[in-house]
């Protein structure tokens, strides 16, 4: 079992940056890789970023490739979102995920799921 915390969120203007962090308890937390997916008001939750369990590969969605960062410290079990060039249509809940598989890097199925931190970019 894996729990997730994410922390970071909050209120920025257009063209401004967020850092993103989430927590993982646990001791193999490096053996899994991770993502992080977002949810607007009114829209399904739609995929964001996946790292490798190294950190050695990472993979974007179309619509955030170049502004937004995935990273991890395995020494801090912590996984992180840099996002930068902030657009409004960026404003959802951002959630963090852990999945069990090495093949979630490619499937995009994720089995533990955090609790969300809001952003919200303003015009």
């Known amino acids: 079992q894996v729990q997730l915390v994410e922390s970071g969120g909050g209120l920025v203007q257009a063209g401004g940056s967020l850092r993103l962090s989430c927590a993982a308890s646990g001791r193999t937390f490096s053996s899994y890789p991770m993502g992080w997916f977002r949810q607007a008001p009114g829209k399904e939750r739609e995929f964001v970023a996946v790292?490798?369990?190294?950190?050695?590969?990472?993979n974007y969605a179309d619509n955030v490739k170049g502004r937004f960062t995935i990273s991890r410290d395995n020494a801090k079990n912590t996984v992180y979102l840099q996002m930068n060039s902030l657009k409004p249509e960026d404003t959802a809940v951002y959630y963090c995920a852990a999945g069990s598989s090495l093949l979630t890097y490619y499937t995009h199925r994720f089995d533990y799921w955090g609790q969300g931190t809001q952003v919200t970019v303003s015009s």
């Open positions: 790292i490798s369990t190294s950190g050695g590969s990472t």
